[in-house]
């Protein structure tokens, strides 16, 4: 049974980790397109928009993959 918490404690860090990687990856890719919309000034803030759904398609293309493999 002690087998069975580590594996439970390990893929719990795991999926903390996965969700980290998003909000993280969120936020710089707001902060850029919000950079890049100032830059090209844009009146509607395109790259804002655009870049976080490029980045939240990336990590469930990533965790997909990621739990497919756990069969």
């Not at 804002?48 to 069969?71: C, F, G, W």
Request: hydrophobic residues 55%.
């Amino acid at each position: 049974m002690p087998s069975t918490n580590k594996s439970n404690n390990r893929l719990l860090l795991q999926y903390a980790g996965l969700a980290t990687q998003l909000l993280v990856m969120l936020a710089i890719m707001v902060w850029i397109g919000m950079k890049l919309d100032k830059w090209l000034k844009f009146s509607f803030p395109l790259f804002t928009l655009v870049l976080p759904l490029i980045a939240i398609v990336a990590m469930m293309v990533k965790i997909i993959k990621d739990t497919s493999k756990r069969k």
